[in-house]
C-alpha cells in the first residue's frame, strides 16, 4: 500500500524519524546512542542503517558535515 506521498508506510516513517534525527544531529550534543533510543530504535547499527539509507551517509559523517 501506498501513501499519498508515494512511498511505503514503513519508509514513511523512517523518513519522518530521520528527518528529527537530522534536527538532532544539528541542534543538540546528545550522542547518536541517545537520538537512536528517543527515536525509539534499540540497536545503534540498525539506527545507523536506516540513517544512512534515507540520506545516503552515516550520522556521525552528517554530524561532522555541520
Known sequence: ??????????????RIKMEEACRLLDTTT???????????????SYFNKCFKAILNVPPIEYRGQK
Do not use: P
Not at 500500500?1 to 523512517?14: C, D, K, P, S, W
Not at 546528545?30 to 545503534?44: H, P, R, T
Open 1 to 14: 500500500m501506498l501513501l499519498a506521498t508515494g512511498e511505503g508506510f514503513i519508509r514513511y516513517v523512517t
Open 30 to 44: 546528545k550522542s547518536i546512542e541517545e537520538i537512536a533510543d528517543q527515536l525509539g530504535y534499540e540497536n545503534k
